[in-house]
């Protein structure tokens, strides 16, 4: 180990500088606040799934109950193109302020709605909120924290969802059986005043504001006098209503639907190209590459994982609780992913880490339909998915940090919103495909009153439809295997 080197005159060798962590005293206020915020919103996320459905009876709303998920994806899309670039030209601190109000007045209008429209137009204004504050997010990371600090606080982040994931429904369960659906909305925005309290002040000390110029760039973006890219915005607007067109003819399975299928697909296409850098579909090497692996990354796994409680109920005849216990250890291993990727010995090879965790995701989505078999004990899924989920951890924060390192100060909000758009886009695009697929192999048929017990196993197995669920894997297999030869071409060009 080698040894200080003595101090001038003889005196003993000076102590070496104590290293800055994201809890040191010049950081530790930001990163307990935005951690809660993170925190807060994956309560939110888990726990509104339990309480919807009974929401969407008291409101006389069942009709129309996909609508109040596909509302707030729509308008998230929005959202972040906005934030992007408020965040370039005026700092994080206005989008993120924005975010988090226009996401708890969501919250409010949804738990005091008296009809189901109110609820939805709620879900709408949270969505909105949503994107703004997860591109704020990044754009403070960037601003906030040197290089060597932001893989810890990405993981941060990741661990922010693992208590929320293995709790939220069970609190949001019993709230709403003793306290009703209402407070499972309205108890949010409450909480979420503590951390923004904490984290404003050092937040305005250390993002806050545009970034300064360079001589002889008067109107250069990040300096607060550049002019808002409007076509962005019609580009963002086109983006948002194509992809509420298209979940809109997902719904309505009939010929008709193939006329707001098709007029969501001419304005989700062009304003998707236009929207993502350039290059992004033909994984151009360096900052294209990592946006498009975080959007197959994300909609191959999530794909996957959607249908791993499905399939267990209908083909093995589980019970819905014992089918939700094969994603439990998913968390866990996400946030052991995404702090694997931090430690600092790793930088150097982050690119390997990205693909090594593709490698493993690839092998989980592959395996799963492997429990069709009934021979093939279905723990043996539980252990994939948790590798799965490993592999994620290491993918989806790598990326977030490559991203940060590819992106100029000036242009980090624009391809933080890239990116989200991206994880976005792809879940959109890979459920319209694998819905399809399995819908042709007879999906639709697939029972689940039977899951449970030894006669629901018997009758799942007599009115299954295993095919369907092994091309829905195919689908999403071959997505992730792509992912391990794009996340090859990460590191940008000399």
């Not at 996320?45 to 729509?74: H, I, R, W």
């Not at 193109?81 to 988090?100: K, M, N, Y």
């Not at 909609?299 to 499905?310: H, K, N, R, T, Y």
């Not at 242009?411 to 792809?426: F, I, P, R, V, Y």
């Amino acid at each position: 180990m080698p040894v200080p080197a003595p101090a001038p005159g003889g005196a003993p060798p000076l102590p070496r500088p104590r290293q800055e962590t994201v809890l040191s005293r010049g950081y530790r206020a930001l990163t307990l606040g935005i951690v809660s915020v993170v925190f807060l919103v994956a309560f939110e996320a888990t726990a509104v799934g339990t309480a919807m459905p009974v929401a969407a009876d008291e409101l006389d709303g069942v009709s129309v109950y996909a609508f109040a998920f596909s509302a707030l994806f729509t308008t998230s899309l929005l959202g972040m193109v906005v934030s992007g670039q408020w965040a370039d030209r005026r700092g994080p601190l206005p989008p993120l302020a924005w975010g988090i109000g226009s996401f708890g007045a969501g919250l409010v209008l949804s738990g005091t709605a008296a009809t189901m429209g109110i609820f939805v137009l709620g879900r709408a204004v949270q969505g909105i909120g949503g994107g703004l504050l997860i591109v704020a997010l990044y754009v403070t990371v960037s601003r906030a924290y040197p290089e060597v600090l932001r893989p810890t606080v990405l993981a941060c982040f990741a661990a922010a969802w693992v208590v929320p994931a293995v709790v939220g429904p069970l609190i949001a369960g019993s709230v709403t059986q003793h306290l009703g659906w209402r407070w499972v909305f309205l108890g949010v925005p409450l909480l979420v005043v503590v951390p923004l309290v904490v984290m404003l002040p050092a937040l305005r000390r250390a993002a806050s504001g545009p970034l300064p110029g360079r001589p002889g760039e008067p109107g250069r973006p990040g300096t607060g006098q550049g002019r808002v890219d409007r076509g962005r915005l019609k580009y963002a607007l086109a983006l948002a209503t194509g992809a509420g067109l298209l979940q809109y003819a997902g719904q309505e399975p009939d010929l008709l639907a193939a006329l707001p299928a098709a007029a969501g697909a001419a304005l989700l296409v062009p304003a998707a190209l236009r929207l993502l850098p350039r290059g992004t579909y033909r994984a151009a090497r360096g900052l294209p590459a990592v946006v498009l692996l975080r959007g197959i990354a994300a909609g191959g796994f999530v794909v996957a994982e959607s249908f791993v409680p499905l399939m267990l109920v209908s083909q093995r005849g589980l019970s819905v609780t014992m089918a939700g216990l094969a994603l439990a250890a998913g968390g866990a291993t996400w946030a052991l992913g995404s702090f694997t990727q931090s430690r600092a010995r790793f930088g150097p090879y982050r690119e390997r880490l990205a693909r090594g965790g593709m490698v493993l995701v690839t092998g989980a989505v592959a395996y799963s339909p492997a429990v069709l078999a009934e021979s093939v004990p279905v723990w043996t899924l539980a252990v994939a998915m948790a590798v799965g989920c490993y592999g994620m951890g290491l993918v989806i924060s790598s990326t977030s940090v490559l991203l940060l390192q590819l992106s100029a100060p000036e242009e980090a909000g624009k391809n933080s919103a890239a990116l989200q758009m991206s994880d976005s886009l792809s879940n959109v695009v890979l459920l319209a495909a694998t819905g399809t697929a399995f819908a042709l192999f007879g999906g639709g048929s697939v029972s689940v009153g039977a899951g449970g017990g030894a006669g629901g196993h018997a009758a799942a197995a007599a009115e299954g439809r295993p095919l369907a669920f092994v091309a829905v894997y195919a689908v999403a297999a071959l997505v992730c295997a792509m992912g391990v030869g794009v996340a090859g071409r990460l590191r940008g060009q000399a």
